[in-house]
């Protein structure tokens, strides 16, 4: 355990104490939201996002020491562990660096130079490597070996290069230099494959070259999508002239005879077709995972920016499915997001029924007091727009609309919990109502989809998908338990991400529910199946209770505080210092903290800080912006320069990549995403006469 806890404290620079108590807790059953809420004191103040990082760091460095013994032992059945070997095993800090020392003691499939140790050419081979004998006399040594399955000089000089062949491509040094010079000096070379489309896709790539060590990760998971769908052939290449000068000077004996071309040609073999194949499969797998990691990594962001964003409350609202033929299907919520009536309006082509469309708006409007329109970007979005700014226009109807991004509605609607939650109603008003639910509160909404399916990046089917679906539950659950549950009206599936409740327990929760009435105290979570008290340590502070018996019950002080706080009736918090008084009340300075700030604002929602959502009521011609003037819109289209912004015109406003970020970045995916919802983007200059619009994220 010391070697881990050394490692960790080299690897993410935390203090000893601080990754003991983490390991600690972890091994108790701690989930990492619960470390970074109540266990600061033990941790230094780690935040979710460094818990998930020394996680995977945590889980990385396990294996490399586990597999370190694994190796040590290994050899030493073999008999051939020396003090050298041991200490380079002790010393790597890598895996690539630990199978290269295994490798040569490793196991071998059949191969041509196993073939040439069981013909009994190992002592050819050693003579050959020493290179003290001249060409005649190699020759001449070689013919003492023409036996059984060896039928010529010939055949037996080329089993000894084989197995010299394979003893340099195994050797660490020459792997770990052969590595090095491709990760920093390859050339990753594209070329047609025989499927490919001259007109497709992929006709940007042709004879593309690009160095390693600078390719983009979204380029080369393009790239990559190419050679999967064979349009596209893609190999990385180095310069072998050179380390083939370096064998010569390097692996060659100084005082070799003239069988040193032998030797020569036996390395510069075992160089092509073992070492740089075995080599370029090794960068190009480091290539695909780094690539992962970082579209992992944008996935998450977006999906961070979708959660987190403000709920609209304290509106009815009108969800509206944009559609041509089908016509536009719409759904009535209240301000708690129940349910209350639907209708299907044709305000567009090819029925462009703008009367019957407007009566049964305003006849909804008016019966519910409909103030706010959430408008799905789907087909037919920009024309429903048109529609809604007409009618505000022509009949004062103050219905202020936004758009809201439609992706995975369709699949949520036809989804098992859809039919439970809504049984006697049409798919597509299903998704009108997902639409209206997503404004209303959009991580108790989004929550019921998986976020795979919620079009928030790119190549979503190209990267490790276990590694993608770990990070986005593992963001949507630090992000639910961020905000806090609302347990008498949250659904099993938002349940389900708070720390410490899984599916099954979220179900038995509602059971409950059901069963015996809402929650008034969080002790009663305790009498739900399942949920028994390390499950309730978890996941007391992250739940919450409205009108419930005790006001702490609807924050987020944990019930293991409730007596803290109770000492705190009656302070003027304002003027606590909080050194003295934690002293006082025998608890760790960061959870009085943390307490104050929930007792000044008991039910605070941490989306509330957060812009709201900006609703629109006419925005259809460009003559109605102005410079400096701000809009919402949704992300349509990604190129290498910039994205394309739908912002309710006939055109899309543009935002060139040098007006995404304060930072340089290398391509518009590392701060945007297609189908993105964009709250707040500046309007830098405006272009009347060929209807474009320049637009700014900073």
């Given amino acids: 355990m010391n070697n881990l806890i050394n490692l960790l404290v ?125 060409k005649e006399e190699l020759l001449l040594e070689a013919k003492s070996f023409v036996k059984k399955n060896i039928t010529s000089i010939e055949e037996a000089l080329k089993g000894a290069q084989d197995i010299l062949a394979e003893r340099y491509a195994d050797l660490p040094r020459e792997r770990e230099s052969i590595r090095n010079n491709m990760q920093r000096h390859g050339i990753l070379e594209v070329k047609k494959a025989k499927s490919f489309d001259e007109k497709g896709v992929y006709a940007n790539f042709i004879d593309h070259s690009e160095k390693v060590a600078y390719i983009p990760s979204h380029r080369y998971l393009a790239i990559m999508r190419g050679v999967k769908e064979k349009e596209l052939s893609a190999k990385i290449t180095v310069d072998t002239e050179y380390i083939e ?225 770990k990070k986005l539950n593992d963001v949507t659950s630090d992000l639910v338990n961020r905000v806090g549950v609302d347990i008498n009206s949250a659904s099993a599936s938002l349940l389900s991400h708070v720390a410490g409740i899984g599916v099954k327990i979220a179900q038995n929760i509602l059971s409950y529910r059901d069963e015996n009435g809402n929650f008034t105290t969080k002790a009663q979570l305790l009498k739900v199946k399942g949920l028994g008290k390390k499950a309730y340590e978890q996941a007391a502070g992250f739940i919450r209770i409205k009108n419930g018996k005790s006001v702490f019950d609807n924050s987020g002080i944990h019930p293991e505080s409730y007596e803290i706080a109770k000492k705190l009736d009656g302070v003027d918090l304002s003027s606590v210092d909080v050194n003295e008084k934690a002293k006082a009340l025998h608890v760790g300075i960061e959870t009085l903290k943390d307490i104050i700030k929930e007792l000044s604002k008991p039910g605070f929602d941490p989306r509330e800080d957060l812009p709201a959502i900006p609703f629109k009521d006419g925005l259809t011609d460009i003559k109605m912006l102005s410079v400096g003037s701000f809009v919402s819109g949704v992300v349509r289209n990604i190129a290498d320069f910039g994205a394309f912004v739908d912002i309710g015109l006939k055109n899309d406003g543009m935002i060139h990549i040098s007006k995404m970020s304060a930072k340089r970045i290398s391509h518009p995916l590392e701060v945007l995403s297609l189908n993105q919802y964009l709250p707040k983007v500046e309007v830098i200059s405006i272009d009347n006469e060929k209807g474009k619009i320049g637009l700014s994220l900073v």
């Fill in 245 to 469: 000068e370096n064998i010569k000077q390097y692996k060659i004996p100084r005082n070799a005879a003239s069988s040193k071309e032998f030797l020569f040609d036996a390395y510069k073999d075992g160089l092509k077709r073992l070492l740089l194949p075995s080599i370029e499969r090794e960068v190009q797998a480091e290539l695909k995972e780094k690539a992962d990691i970082s579209a992992i990594s944008v996935f998450g962001k977006n999906l961070n920016q979708l959660l987190m964003t403000p709920p609209v409350t304290k509106r009815v609202l009108l969800g509206v499915d944009p559609a041509f033929v089908s016509g536009c299907k719409l759904a009535v919520i209240d301000e708690n997001g129940n349910y209350l009536e639907s209708a299907v309006i044709y305000p567009t082509q090819p029925r462009n029924d703008y009367a019957n469309s407007k009566t049964k708006v305003l006849t909804l409007t008016n019966k519910y007091n409909i103030t706010g329109v959430a408008i799905g970007n789907g087909t037919g979005s920009r024309e429903t727009q048109e529609f809604f700014a007409r009618l505000n226009k022509e009949e004062n109807a103050s219905l202020s609309y936004t758009i809201v991004s439609e992706a995975g509605a369709s699949v949520y609607s036809a989804s098992k919990l859809a039919q439970d939650e809504y049984p006697k109603l049409d798919v597509t008003i299903r998704g009108a109502i997902s639409i209206a639910q997503r404004l209303r509160d959009p991580m108790a909404t989004l929550v019921k989809i998986d976020p795979k399916s919620l079009g928030i990046g790119q190549y979503q089917h190209d990267v490790d998908q276990k590694l993608l679906e």
């Fill in 10 to 134: 080299q690897k993410t620079g935390l203090k000893k104490e601080h990754i003991s108590n983490i390991l600690k807790l972890l091994d108790e059953g701690s989930t990492i939201p619960f470390i970074a809420r109540y266990r600061k004191e033990m941790t230094g103040g780690a935040d979710d996002e460094v818990l998930r990082e020394f996680e995977t760091v945590y889980m990385s460095s396990k294996n490399l020491l586990n597999r370190k013994e694994d190796i040590s032992r290994l050899i030493q059945e073999k008999g051939v562990l020396t003090e050298a070997i041991k200490k380079s095993i002790e010393d790597a800090e890598s895996l690539h660096v630990l199978e290269d020392i295994y490798r040569p003691f490793k196991e071998k499939k059949s191969s041509r130079a196993s073939t040439a140790i069981e013909n009994g050419l190992t002592p050819l081979a050693d003579t050959l490597q020493g290179a003290k004998l001249t």
